[in-house]
């Protein structure tokens, strides 16, 4: 069946380090998604992008990067992570105005 | 802009039913969604509206739309302790995707 996974599902890591979540879907959808999601936020859109080679800054794309270097994967890259960058972080994905799926989720924390 | 708005908190007693609101602001909205998140998990579709609809039934579940009122609900009926959830309206129309309300956590009393 096809899914969308990422990874790790968890991490810990130190102010000022470099993280990267992975996110891969093997549907073949064009648009894939990254949300944070926090307490009394909900979902927030980090950036998103319609296919390869392009990307697109969502609410709250400050202190993140994405690359979409092929259709399945759409890695999300924190330069320099802060603690205000403790959250959970959802990869999603879909295609035209299909249901959007998500994957189950990473939980990062900053120290 | 677009926002949606739903309640934070719910709570209902075991087999009655629970009523979810939510309220949208972007009258392009081509669907509306209603998301359920179990705890630990991503999120999953339950249901969705065209919006040329007023009412949509799936089992359990009842969706309403006033769209004159922009407003948006989820019946379930007969809750039971496995709809202990977080459930999320959602509308699209932006480039962006989905536009989320902030959730509303659906508690259980036995």
């Known amino acids: 069946d096809a899914e969308i996974t990422q990874s790790p599902r968890h991490k810990i890591t130190e102010t000022g380090r470099q993280v990267t979540l992975a996110c891969h879907q093997t549907w073949n959808h064009n648009n894939m998604f990254w949300y944070r999601q926090d307490l009394g936020h909900g979902l927030r859109l980090i950036h998103y992008?319609?296919?390869?080679?392009?990307?697109n800054k969502g609410e709250v794309s400050d202190g993140y990067s994405v690359s979409r270097s092929n259709t399945e994967d759409l890695p999300l890259t924190l330069e320099s992570a802060a603690s205000s960058q403790t959250s959970v972080y959802f990869c999603a994905s879909k295609e035209g105005t299909g249901e959007l799926f998500f994957g189950e989720g990473s939980r990062l924390t900053v120290l | 802009g677009e926002d949606v708005e739903q309640s934070l908190f719910l709570s209902v007693r075991e087999g009655d039913s629970s009523v979810i609101n939510c309220t949208y602001t972007d009258s392009s909205s081509t669907y509306l969604y209603w998301y359920k998140q179990e705890p630990g998990a991503g999120l999953q579709l339950l249901t969705y509206?065209?919006?040329?609809?007023d009412m949509k039934q799936d089992q359990r579940l009842t969706v309403l739309l006033n769209k004159k009122d922009k407003h948006l609900s989820l019946r379930i009926a007969d809750t039971q302790t496995g709809d202990s959830a977080i459930y999320f309206c959602a509308e699209t129309g932006g480039a962006d995707g989905l536009t989320f309300g902030k959730g509303t956590h659906l508690i259980i009393q036995p």
């Open positions: 509206i065209f919006s040329n609809m």
């Open positions: 992008s319609y296919g390869v080679q392009d990307t």
